[in-house]
């Protein structure tokens, strides 16, 4: 998060929302954009060190401006998660799961700010407000920036289907 990129990418987040604003990062690491933190590595800086869906589904509908989504997507970041989960994109419905979450607790009008390898539309939700490539250079990745706003939800989007 300290990447002067990737501030950038918060600033257009926060962008014209009414302060004080309610912001959570279920990945923070040492990162202290947010004022709600976690992350499962207890080595970290973050408020709380919980498994992120479970931190998640301790929050009431509605009650975030902004998420912050910035999870481990390369083995090398992985190394943190302890309890076998190397990669949550590699985990069947746990993503799925976290993006509920996720658009659960955001405020309608509220952002979501994903960080990763792909630009896949993370909840029925949200809308694309903006998309950009960070380049880092030399042998770094490139990481995808996206951009969403939380749309009014249907009732039928939040009816959990069995797994």
């Known amino acids: 998060h300290k990447s002067k990129y990737y501030k950038k990418g918060f600033t257009k987040a926060t962008n014209g929302l009414f302060k004080p604003l309610e912001i959570c990062d279920p990945f923070a ?6 004022n ?6 207890p080595s970290t800086s973050a408020l709380s060190h919980l498994d992120a869906l479970e931190w998640l589904k301790s929050f009431d509908d509605g009650v975030m401006d ?3 989504f910035d999870p481990p997507f390369s083995p090398n970041q992985a190394e943190r ?12 419905g746990y993503l799925s799961d976290v993006y509920f979450e ?3 607790i955001l ?7 994903k960080l990763g390898y792909n630009s896949n539309k ?5 809308e694309l407000v903006e998309m950009w490539v960070t380049c880092f250079g030399a042998n770094r990745n490139d990481v995808i920036m996206s951009l969403w706003n939380k749309n009014q939800s249907r009732i039928d989007e939040f009816i ?4």
């Open 122 to 126: 993370p909840h029925p939700t949200f």
């Open 81 to 92: 998660y302890g309890n076998g989960m190397s990669n949550i994109y590699t985990q069947g």
């Open 29 to 34: 690491r040492d990162c202290h954009w947010a």
């Open 160 to 163: 959990r289907h069995p797994n």
């Open 102 to 104: 996720c658009s659960r």
């Open 66 to 68: 902004i998420v912050l």
């Open 36 to 41: 709600h933190t976690n992350d499962i590595d």
């Open 107 to 113: 405020k309608t009008g509220g952002r979501f700010l």
